[in-house]
């Protein structure tokens, strides 16, 4: 029977995740004492997007859970406090930030999370936290023309991979005598087990009990997999084995590994790892 084996929250966008025992799902994504997936961002002095394609070490900087806020740790610093209470409207400061084609207004954390994360990237820059007033939606070329909100993700509120797959490609990394690679490098939210290889592509939907998400669309891959999230450097970048293969026409060519989901029922319920789900498949 097919299962969820893994759960994992990103508080703050390309930083390490926190990998979960149960999440609740709601329209934007997992979500986990009022900690929601991407719902942090690090931006630079022109307000844009910074990630792990052009700043590795983003994957040493580690949110840890705790009641009322959010421990960050990154090596050779002291850890960082974030709140996590509710934003009241007016009583901090917004600034505009651009993620990929969207400019929104975002809330900044204040120049002690300025400063310290701009001494671990060694560049200025902001950490932000997603307006829940603001509204920034999932590409409705994919979502049926249905309005599906996102916080800080690159596209879709949430990813599903399924073990199958990453035992594929690690087989064909190996027989070229190449390391295996862990999930983390993929980020997935949601991994899947009990399928085969690459089922995730070809379903529809997968229901966990009265919830149900709908898979929309391929997740196409950049350079970012080849950062070792251990060390925060690159290495080998396995994107070479998924062109071979994985080339899906359904994104004029690109390379995909995993599918990018939204909710389709069940707002409010919890996921689980270990739980029973079933793949509605679509061909």
């Known amino acids: 029977m097919p299962t969820i084996s893994t759960l994992t929250l990103y508080p703050i966008k390309s930083c390490a995740g926190i990998s979960l ?14 900690v929601h997936d991407r719902e942090w961002m690090l931006v630079d002095s022109d307000g844009l997007f910074v990630t792990q394609r052009s700043h590795p070490l983003m994957a040493l900087i580690v949110p840890h859970l705790q009641a009322g806020g959010l421990i960050v740790q990154a090596p050779g610093m002291a850890p960082l406090e974030i709140s996590t209470a509710p934003l ?37 820059c902001r950490l932000v936290r997603f307006d829940p007033a603001v509204k920034r939606l999932a590409s409705k070329k994919w979502t049926d023309d249905a309005d599906v909100p996102t916080r800080f993700p690159d596209g879709f509120p949430m990813l599903v991979i399924s073990q199958g797959s ?29 399928v085969d290889a690459f089922e995730e592509d070809f379903a529809a939907t997968i ?17 970012m ?37 939204i909710l389709q029922d069940g707002a409010g319920e919890i996921l689980r790892v270990g739980q029973e789900i079933t793949l509605e498949l679509d061909f």
Request: glycine letters at 8%; proline letters at 8%; charged letters at 20%.
């Open 166 to 194: 990453l035992d594929d490609l690690n087989q064909k990394l190996q027989a070229q005598g190449r390391a295996a690679v862990p999930m983390n490098r993929y980020r997935p939210n949601i991994v899947i087990d009990g």
């Open 88 to 124: 009241t409207a007016g009583l901090t400061p917004a600034i505009a930030v651009t993620i990929w084609d969207d400019r929104l207004d975002a809330h900044d954390c204040g120049d002690e999370a300025g400063r310290w994360f701009s001494q671990v990237l060694g560049q200025s």
């Open 207 to 223: 229901e966990a009990g009265p919830l149900r998400l709908q898979l929309v669309k391929p997740c196409t891959r950049c350079p």
């Open 21 to 34: 025992q149960t999440a609740i799902v709601s329209t934007s994504g997992l979500s986990h004492n009022n």
């Open 225 to 261: 997999p080849s950062v070792d999230q251990a060390t925060g450097e690159f290495g080998p970048d396995p994107m070479d084995i998924l062109q071979t293969y994985r080339s899906n026409p359904r994104v004029d060519g690109a390379p995909t590994f995993g599918v990018n989901a």
